[in-house]
């Protein structure tokens, strides 16, 4: 059972257009990061969310966590090409808990 | 500050075989994390090391095991291969004292068993 659904799984989009990206789960994390991967590489720490209905932008993108700290999303704003990747988000149920990961949406921005 | 390094970036085994992957964590990290990314499963947890001693450990076999040195390098091994441990192999280190267990991760280690 993967606890951390991410939606959608896969997007193609026209650069400048705008997307969310969710990330759903039934239990309670006690904070939330999104990670970016491009291909050959690691993933990328973009944001950490750990305050219930908290928002975070960094540049384009926007993260919010759920009240319930149960879910979250990524928006993006006017995508660009290099937006391309994989995007994962990931918690610890608890402080100090080992990370789970999501099930990730792989995005494509083409110009 | 020089990031997260794994060797080698790409290894070719046949079943049966064992192989050991190795990972420098940042200067001044001291917990060591092993994820395991494949197209079905995604990216899965196989085991945490802080200070040499292993904090937490993922759903996997006994046959992947770890270890991490007094400089916390860590090294990865997995006996006895089979083809479903094809998968790139992602090595993660963490700031000490972090909250929120954030992880800073290597280019990965892309393991093909034939």
Not at chain 1, 5 to 30: A, D, H, K, R
Not at chain 2, 21 to 26: A, G, H, K, N, Y
Not at chain 2, 47 to 70: C, I, L
Not at chain 2, 81 to 109: H, I, K, M, V, W
Request: aromatic share 10%; with cysteine; glycine share 10%.
């Amino acid at each position: 059972t993967q606890l951390l659904e991410q939606s959608p799984q896969f997007l193609s989009i026209q650069e400048g257009e705008n997307l969310t990206v969710y990330c759903n789960s039934s239990s309670v994390f006690s904070s939330l990061q999104w990670y970016r991967q491009e291909p050959g590489e690691g993933p990328v720490l973009l944001v950490t969310v750990v305050t219930g209905g908290e928002v975070k932008k960094l540049k384009r993108l926007t993260f919010q966590f759920g009240d319930a700290r149960k879910d979250s999303s990524l928006h993006i704003t006017a995508a660009q090409p290099g937006d391309t990747g994989l995007y994962l988000c990931a918690g610890p149920k608890s402080s100090g808990d080992k990370l789970t990961f999501g099930t990730g949406t792989r995005l494509a921005v083409r110009p | 500050k020089a990031g997260v390094t794994q060797t080698p970036r790409y290894l070719i085994k046949t079943r049966g075989q064992q192989v050991t992957l190795s990972c420098s964590p940042i200067s001044g990290h001291r917990s060591v994390s092993w994820y395991q990314q494949t197209p079905g499963q995604g990216l899965q947890f196989l085991f945490e090391y802080f200070s040499e001693t292993q904090r937490n450990k993922g759903n996997f076999p006994g046959r992947f095991s770890g270890r991490q040195f007094s400089n916390s390098r860590s090294e990865m091994n997995v006996s006895t291969l089979e083809l479903g441990d094809s998968a790139l192999y992602l090595c993660a280190s963490r700031r000490t004292g972090s909250p929120y267990n954030e992880q800073f991760f290597g280019p990965g280690t892309r393991l093909t068993v034939l």
